[in-house]
């Protein structure tokens, strides 16, 4: 059987990719760069290459350096409309930056400092105008110093109060500047700080419910994150979905085990990215499918323009197998054998107490799972 063909990425595929991913110049904790720094106009130029890229992401300091002057910002901000608008890529989503510079080493929302967490929230609220001067209408908070190394630092309690009052405070905004943002809040367990506050998408779903408006704050799982806590990505997307709260996605890769590696989507566990495509595309989810990777500390600039399609690529390669996979005989066969007991009455506790079962007979239905993941694999191998 021949391999059937991969279609092309299009702006309807969602595919978006931040200033800070395709334009990473490969600085790691030992290493200083490999690559040279790239203009936010020629990380624009470069994603227009790669072709079929819906919209560019970023944080504020991406695009405007945090000590910028005014005239700097604005020539910046010149150039790289001037590269949007020669591209036809678009801003989908901006988020602020509160890890990087010195004055957040403890955190911003959540640092015990009152003036570091007005600075944080200040921070943010500019980050929003800034997005909206570029039509992004959705806010990634990604809090990687929000947390500790010792928990004699921090009472973790009076921090989720804090945490909630600043995004209280930038939710408040959305609806006063009429922004028409939905922010999206980014679990991860640990790095850069060795712990950090909301750790797993289950965290920040309970969180949610805890602020003024819930209605308007949704979550962005990323895949290496919830691998890093442990946990099954499409079980943690699966949760977001089924609480109506995923509203970003942010797509990579991840050995087990390992520090945040931010590799390629698909490049080490295609199975484990394949029934998240198949999940994503089963429920007809429509939001940006956002690639927050690297490439390769190794690659020069033509192979992160590889590293951009093959991100795109595989994604479609998924969406088409999981296609096949829903419309295959064999599958179909086998599902059908398994849920042939799937529908039942209407749960009532009366009926329920008085039942009887026949136990050795339900314990001896067939589940032939091993058949389905087979099969499966096959189907994801072409083979
Ligand atoms: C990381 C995070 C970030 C965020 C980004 C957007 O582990 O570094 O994934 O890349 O996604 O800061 O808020
Ligand atoms: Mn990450
Ligand atoms: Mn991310």
Known sequence: MTAPATPLPTPADKFTFGLWTVGNPGRDPFGEPTRSALSPAEIVDLLGE???????????????????????????????????????????????????????R???????????????????????????????????????????????AKDPVLSLDRYR??????????????????????????????????????????????????SVVGVNPEVAHEQMAGLNF??????????????HIDLNDQAGGRYDQDFRFGSENPKSAFFLVKLLEDHAWSGFRHFDSHAYRTSDRAD??????????TYIALREAAKRWNADGRVRELLAQINAHASGPQLDAAALHARTFDRAALASRALPYEALDQRTVEIIMGA
């Not at 700097?72 to 510079?101: P, Q, Y």
């Open 50 to 104: 790669a072709g079929g890229v819906l919209g560019v992401n970023f944080h504020d300091n991406d695009l405007v350096p945090i000590d910028a002057a005014p005239a700097e910002a604005s020539s910046i901000k010149a150039e790289f409309r001037a590269a949007l608008d020669r591209t036809g890529l678009r801003v989908c989503m901006a988020t602020v930056n509160l890890f990087s510079d010195p004055v957040f």
């Open 106 to 152: 403890d955190g911003g929302f959540t640092s015990n400092d009152a003036d570091v967490r007005a600075y944080a929230i200040h921070k943010a609220l500019h980050a929003m105008d800034l997005g909206a001067e570029f039509g992004a209408d959705m806010f990634v908070l990604w809090g990687g110093r929000e947390g500790v190394e010792t928990d004699a």
């Open 165 to 214: 009052d600043a995004i209280n405070t930038l939710v408040r905004y959305n609806a006063d500047k009429g922004f028409g943002y939905r922010f999206a809040l980014e679990p991860k367990p640990n790095e850069p700080r060795g712990h950090i506050f909301l750790p797993t998408i289950g965290h920040c779903l309970a969180f949610i419910h805890s602020l003024d408006d819930p």
């Open 234 to 247: 499409s079980h943690a997307v699966a949760m977001a979905l089924w609480s109506k709260k995923l509203f």
């Open 304 to 313: 992160v323009v590889e590293f951009a399609k093959g991100s795109m690529r």
